[in-house]
Structures are given as structure tokens and as C-alpha cells.
């Protein structure tokens, strides 16, 4: 069955340093998502792109993250200067409907900012 | 605004008996969907049911929607000691909003 996977499972890193999380999307699927989860909290939104840019991003999405699809296979969330509080799982999830049917979702990329 | 708040917080039953898990959301939806998540594991499409919708089952899952009071409930029958995880519920926007907010989630655990 395809599914999506995300590289790597967790990451520790030194805060201000650059992070790159990537995922490869199931193959059909048009529509690309980074959703993060704080340990113990909900799932929040970050950006949802399509047609290779950004459709939507979130208040949490700031100039120090960015998305990018480098060759239609994969899809990469780079966090420019990690903080703190970016510690965190992040999700990668894929789609076919423009009407937010329904997600499928990686594994997630765990991170830890030192 | 919050939106796909779950009740409870967490929920403790044995095996065998039913589970039920409440939503509230606060603005227009297209969709409302539930997803399971196991421990530290991505999350698991269970059920979407639409806003004109107002009942759906799938295996031993049923959902109900009530667009009037914004709610929706997940009941899984006869639960399994496998059925332990956290259900959130999710919401879709109307037409053009892509995105899906999840709610707090329920963490649900089933004794043997």
C-alpha cells in the first residue's frame, strides 16, 4: 500500500543551526502538508502547498521556515535557525482533493533543538 | 479560534465495552474527518463524513455529525485492547481553505 515516509526519524540538533526534513509524498497526490506536534498537544497546521507554492501557511510558519518540492518526488520543510521551541514532531501528510479530503500522514520526523 | 475540541481529555474503559468520543468545532465546515494516532506514530485516517451527513459507519465505527450544534461524535463498539491510541478530530474548511485543524484529541486506553 503507498503511504508516505519521512526522513530522518528524529534529528537532535544545536539551536541556531539549519534543519532539512524531507518526505516523499504518496505518487499521485497533488497536494503536500507539514503539520507539527509539540509533545503532548494538538497537531497544528503549518503550510499546505500545491502546484509547487505555499496555498496556505500558518501564524507559526514564519520566514525561518520554507517548503520545497526540489525534484516531484520529494517534498523538504527547512527550518533556517532552529530555536528552542521548535523541538517538536513534524508531519508530513499528502493529498488528492482540494476540499481537504482525506490525509495521509508519515511517520513524522521527530526534532530536538538543543 | 479553537476549532475540533474533543471530550474528554482522556477516556479508560475494559475491554469489550463501547467508546465514545465528543467534538466541538466553531466555524463552516466542508468536512469533518477522525484520525487515530498510536504512541509517538503518525495519524491514521479513520472515518470522514461530509457537512451534509449526518450518520456514518465503517466497521465497528460510527460517526455522527450535527451541523446545528457544531459537534460530532466518534462511538467505537466492542473495543480492543488494540484500540488504544489518541482519536482527534479534524476539520475541513469550506471550499478553498485546504487545511485541516485537529482538536486536543482524546487519549483513549483500553484495559484487557
Known amino acids: 500500500e503507498p503511504e508516505v515516509t519521512q526522513t530522518p526519524s528524529h534529528q537532535v540538533t544545536q539551536m541556531g543551526q539549519e534543519v532539512i526534513l524531507r518526505c516523499v509524498p504518496i505518487s499521485n497526490h497533488l497536494y503536500f502538508y507539514w503539520y507539527r506536534q509539540i509533545l503532548g498537544q494538538k497537531v497544528e497546521f503549518l503550510v499546505s502547498?500545491?502546484?509547487?507554492?505555499?496555498?496556505?501557511k500558518s501564524e507559526i510558519f514564519d520566514d525561518q521556515f520554507s517548503v520545497e518540492r526540489p525534484d516531484g518526488s520529494n517534498f523538504t520543510l527547512k527550518i533556517r535557525s532552529t530555536k528552542l521551541e521548535d523541538s517538536a514532531m513534524y508531519f508530513c501528510?499528502?493529498?488528492?482533493?482540494?476540499?481537504?479530503?482525506?490525509?495521509?500522514f508519515g511517520e513524522g520526523s521527530r526534532l530536538t533543538v538543543l | 479560534s479553537q476549532q475540533g475540541e474533543e471530550d474528554p481529555q482522556a477516556l479508560s474503559i475494559q475491554e469489550g465495552e463501547n467508546a465514545t468520543m465528543n467534538c466541538s468545532y466553531k466555524t463552516s465546515i466542508n468536512n469533518l474527518q477522525w484520525y487515530r494516532q498510536n504512541s509517538g506514530r503518525g495519524l491514521v485516517h479513520l472515518i470522514l463524513?461530509?457537512?451534509?451527513?449526518r450518520e456514518k459507519h465503517s466497521g465497528r465505527l460510527r460517526v455522527t455529525l450535527d451541523t446545528s450544534k457544531k459537534s460530532s461524535s466518534l462511538l467505537i463498539t466492542a473495543s480492543r485492547a488494540a484500540d488504544t491510541a489518541s482519536y482527534f478530530c479534524a476539520t475541513g474548511g469550506i471550499q478553498g481553505a485546504q487545511k485541516l485543524v485537529f482538536g486536543q484529541g482524546t487519549r483513549l486506553t483500553i484495559n484487557p
Open positions: 501528510a499528502s493529498g488528492t482533493s482540494a476540499s481537504t479530503g482525506e490525509l495521509f
Open positions: 502547498f500545491y502546484n509547487n507554492e505555499i496555498s496556505e
Open positions: 463524513i461530509r457537512s451534509n451527513e
